[in-house]
């Protein structure tokens, strides 16, 4: 009995190898074990161009000959002609993907050092091709010293070559003893790897050379991380360093706005609404339009870059530290503009418990909502001076907020993976798009948007919750020796709530402003400006900015506790909502609403506490 030649395909994972042995032997396949280890072995029948047959195996994807899985053992002992079940291959069809060829030639370099018949199947030329790269087959063939056809596997292209090739490499009967070559030689068949691929390539578009060089450096382990914390860092200095002055134009229309109202209308119900109720408690919010855009126009920036991918592979390794995969990342970073939004990208995420850790932690990402809050409180708090020479103690503590609340969610996805949504890890792929310079238009677009998306906000959900709020402070009446917000209906429902929050250092307002903003973040700074506009003695002090009554009222242990509380507080009713549709039911919402809830009483607490021991 002859038996009929025996061809081994191997190469890297993923270079194609399965897809090219299906090209080859269609539905002549037979998939068994290897006897004594769980690795499959897939054989099929491929027919010479003169109709003699061979039999073909696919080994699993290898990285080298030095194994490190059961997979990479089999692929190792059957090209050494050691595995049992398997002889001694009679030639070697190595694949390799054409868009990766430095890193494959590594391996192609060892096995073609055996001494067996090879064949060469450069595979992917396509996706080369689409990423300008040009590879030349016969530079490659000469410097390797066996034949290289270039195929598509996934389009049959190469097929007729590669058959002949193969005809060729067993008919040349060549009796051959496999000898591996030394460890030790491992970085000169690198070395290697990369000249042949460098002489090979005969073109190279200057776009994939420059994103491979800026990728290089974007995605150096220690560089990387650098860089990405200094653009963050640098982001969040320039919202507060340019807005000062929008920010002015817009707060100085509202005060003319409001002196204009306070002179036409008579002493009364309506001018109060209309001064103290909508333009106190709207005008306080609007102010914050310019930081809000200026933020914006930076995440558009690095969007439209390419870059926010780079930090989504950054931050990969991160997040595999917590038990998160970057899979992740795209929603959480959409939950820095709005936790819904983001929470509703979570459904790109297979894993079920991966997916629920994401939407619980996504609302401790600091929304957009809550940058009119940490704007109007570090802008009374914390004077607008330099640190350490340069850098703005606003933007810093802007930063810092931020920084907290990505803490805490690492911290809380930690928890959770242990506890409640525990489960295996899993793989993460990205596909990094090229650089390219942003395009003005639609940048300019999407800024646009968001300017429409806030000022819808301001005029509806702000706009009702600071005029019920108006309705509920001022009625009824104080009589005579009450303040307003004694005597008002909201100030005994503020009353009630303090008890909770005064141990972590909340005034009266504060418990006040915590209610309507469970609709919004930022009605927080609506509802105090409205209060407070209410409260006051008399109209002048009524038209003092907010943040000058603020600085009058509150202690800065306080205002930090307040800062804090709004870092980890799930206040905000869509979010709320959205879980319950995402996860079926009122279990996990309810979860998240206890468990936020605490963590931001025990941080603000502890906020408040500190600062009053330090003696702040
Ligand atoms: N565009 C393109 N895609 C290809 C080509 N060859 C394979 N692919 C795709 O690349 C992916 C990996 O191919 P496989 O054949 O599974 O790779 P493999 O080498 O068998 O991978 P492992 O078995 O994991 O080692 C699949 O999605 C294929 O469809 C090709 O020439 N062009
Ligand atoms: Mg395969």
Same mark, same amino acid.
């Given at each position: %009995? #002859?038996?009929?030649?025996?061809?081994?395909?191997?190469?890297?994972?993923?270079?194609?190898? &399965?897809?090219?042995?299906?090209?080859? *032997?269609?539905?002549?396949?037979?998939?068994?074990?290897?006897?004594?280890?769980?690795?499959?072995?897939?054989?099929?029948? $491929?027919?010479?161009?003169?109709?003699?047959?061979?039999?073909?195996?696919?080994?699993?994807?290898?990285?080298?000959?030095?194994?490190?899985?059961?997979?990479?053992?089999?692929?190792?002992?059957?090209?050494?002609?050691?595995?049992?079940?398997?002889? $001694?291959?009679?030639?070697?069809?190595?694949?390799?993907?054409?868009?990766?060829?430095?890193?494959?030639?590594?391996?192609?370099?060892?096995?073609?050092?055996?001494?067996?018949?090879?064949?060469?199947?450069?595979? %992917?030329?396509?996706?080369?091709?689409?990423?300008?790269? @040009?590879?030349?087959?016969?530079? $490659?063939?000469?410097?390797?010293?066996?034949?290289?056809?270039?195929?598509?596997?996934?389009?049959?292209?190469?097929?007729?070559?590669?058959?002949?090739?193969? &005809?060729?490499?067993?008919?040349?009967?060549?009796?051959?003893?496999?000898?591996?070559?030394?460890? @030790?030689?491992?970085?000169?068949?690198?070395?290697?790897?990369?000249?042949?691929?460098?002489?090979?390539?005969?073109?190279?578009?200057?776009?994939?050379?420059?994103?491979?060089?800026?990728?290089?450096?974007?995605?150096?382990?220690?560089?990387?991380?650098?860089?990405?914390?200094?653009?963050?860092?640098? %982001?969040?200095?320039?919202?507060?360093?340019?807005?000062?002055?929008?920010?002015?134009?817009?707060?100085?229309?509202?005060?003319?706005?409001?002196?204009?109202?306070?002179?036409?209308?008579?002493?009364?119900?309506?001018?109060?609404?209309?001064?103290?109720?909508?333009?106190?408690?709207?005008?306080?919010?609007?102010?914050?339009?310019?930081?809000?855009?200026?933020?914006?126009?930076?995440?558009?920036?690095?969007?439209?870059?390419?870059?926010?991918?780079?930090?989504?592979?950054?931050?990969?390794?991160?997040?595999?530290?917590?038990?998160?995969?970057?899979?992740?990342?795209?929603?959480?970073?959409?939950?820095?503009?709005?936790?819904?939004?983001?929470?509703?990208?979570?459904?790109?995420?297979?894993?079920?418990?991966?997916?629920?850790?994401?939407?619980?932690?996504?609302?401790?990402?600091?929304?957009? /909502?809550?940058?009119?809050?940490?704007? %109007?409180?570090?802008?009374?708090?914390?004077?607008?001076?330099?640190?350490?020479?340069?850098?703005?103690?606003?933007?810093?503590?802007?930063?810092?907020?931020?920084?907290?609340?990505?803490?805490?969610?690492?911290?809380?996805?930690?928890?959770?993976?242990? #506890?409640?949504?525990?489960?295996?890890?899993?793989?993460?792929?990205?596909?990094?798009?090229?650089?390219?310079?942003?395009?003005?238009?639609?940048?300019?677009?999407?800024?646009?948007?968001?300017?429409?998306?806030?000022?819808?906000?301001?005029?509806?959900?702000?706009?009702?919750?600071?005029?019920?709020?108006?309705?509920?402070? &001022?009625?009824?009446?104080?009589?005579?020796?009450?303040?307003?917000?004694?005597?008002?209906?909201?100030?005994?429902?503020?009353?009630?709530? @303090?008890?909770?929050?005064?141990?972590?250092?909340?005034?009266?307002?504060?418990?006040?402003?915590?209610?309507?903003?469970?609709?919004?973040? @930022?009605?927080?700074?609506?509802?105090? /400006? *409205?209060?407070?506009?209410?409260?006051?003695?008399?109209?002048?002090?009524?038209?003092?900015?907010?943040?000058?009554?603020?600085?009058?009222?509150?202690?800065?242990?306080? /205002?930090?506790?307040?800062?804090?509380?709004?870092?980890?507080?799930?206040?905000? $009713?869509?979010?709320?909502?959205?879980?319950?549709?995402?996860?079926?039911?009122?279990?996990?919402?309810?979860?998240?609403?206890?468990?936020?809830?605490?963590?931001?009483?025990?941080?603000?607490?502890?906020?408040?506490?500190?600062?009053?021991?330090?003696?702040?």
């Amino acid at each position: %009995m #002859t038996t009929i030649p025996l061809v081994a395909v191997v190469g890297n994972p993923n270079a194609g190898k &399965s897809a090219l042995f299906n090209m080859l *032997t269609g539905a002549r396949q037979k998939v068994g074990n290897y006897p004594g280890v769980t690795v499959e072995r897939k054989a099929g029948r $491929l027919f010479l161009p003169d109709g003699r047959p061979i039999e073909l195996v696919d080994l699993p994807g290898a990285y080298s000959l030095e194994p490190s899985s059961p997979d990479e053992e089999v692929t190792r002992d059957v090209v050494l002609g050691k595995q049992d079940g398997e002889r $001694l291959p009679d030639a070697l069809l190595l694949v390799l993907d054409a868009t990766n060829l430095d890193n494959h030639l590594r391996f192609a370099l060892q096995l073609i050092d055996l001494g067996l018949p090879t064949v060469v199947a450069l595979n %992917m030329v396509d996706l080369a091709r689409r990423d300008g790269l @040009e590879i030349d087959p016969q530079i $490659l063939e000469r410097e390797l010293g066996v034949p290289v056809i270039a195929t598509v596997a996934v389009r049959r292209r190469g097929t007729d070559e590669l058959r002949e090739a193969i &005809s060729e490499a067993v008919t040349a009967a060549r009796v051959v003893r496999p000898r591996p070559v030394a460890v @030790e030689d491992f970085t000169i068949v690198q070395r290697r790897a990369r000249a042949i691929a460098r002489k090979a390539t005969i073109s190279e578009t200057a776009v994939r050379r420059t994103t491979q060089l800026l990728d290089s450096i974007a995605l150096h382990p220690v560089a990387g991380p650098i860089i990405f914390l200094t653009i963050m860092f640098l %982001m969040f200095q320039a919202v507060f360093a340019w807005a000062v002055a929008p920010a002015e134009w817009i707060d100085a229309g509202v005060v003319s706005l409001q002196t204009m109202a306070t002179g036409t209308l008579n002493e009364g119900p309506i001018r109060s609404l209309l001064v103290d109720g909508i333009l106190a408690g709207v005008g306080a919010v609007i102010v914050f339009l310019p930081q809000i855009l200026i933020l914006f126009f930076f995440i558009l920036l690095l969007e439209a870059t390419g870059y926010m991918v780079r930090a989504a592979f950054l931050m990969d390794r991160l997040m595999a530290r917590v038990g998160l995969s970057g899979h992740a990342f795209i929603p959480l970073l959409s939950s820095f503009a709005c936790a819904v939004p983001g929470i509703m990208a979570t459904r790109s995420i297979e894993d079920p418990k991966h997916r629920l850790t994401t939407i619980l932690i996504a609302p401790l990402m600091t929304c957009s /909502a809550r940058l009119p809050v940490y704007t %109007m409180i570090i802008g009374a708090f914390f004077p607008d001076r330099a640190v350490a020479g340069a850098f703005g103690l606003q933007g810093l503590v802007l930063f810092g907020l931020y920084v907290a609340g990505v803490f805490g969610a690492l911290i809380a996805a930690l928890f959770l993976r242990m #506890t409640v949504t525990r489960g295996t890890p899993r793989g993460f792929l990205l596909e990094m798009p090229k650089y390219q310079l942003p395009q003005l238009r639609d940048i300019v677009l999407g800024l646009w948007q968001r300017a429409l998306i806030f000022l819808k906000r301001a005029g509806t959900i702000i706009l009702v919750s600071t005029v019920v709020l108006w309705a509920l402070l &001022s009625y009824p009446q104080p009589k005579a020796g009450e303040t307003a917000l004694e005597s008002s209906i909201a100030g005994k429902i503020a009353s009630g709530l @303090e008890v909770l929050v005064r141990p972590i250092g909340f005034n009266h307002e504060i418990a006040l402003a915590l209610i309507p903003a469970m609709a919004a973040r @930022e009605v927080a700074v609506s509802a105090l /400006a *409205t209060a407070y506009s209410i409260d006051a003695e008399d109209e002048a002090a009524a038209e003092q900015p907010l943040k000058e009554q603020l600085r009058g009222r509150w202690s800065l242990p306080t /205002a930090l506790a307040f800062l804090v509380w709004f870092v980890f507080a799930p206040q905000c $009713l869509s979010t709320i909502a959205v879980t319950r549709r995402e996860t079926n039911g009122w279990k996990w919402p309810a979860f998240m609403l206890g468990y936020l809830f605490t963590l931001a009483w025990l941080a603000a607490g502890a906020t408040f506490w500190t600062a009053t021991a330090l003696g702040l």
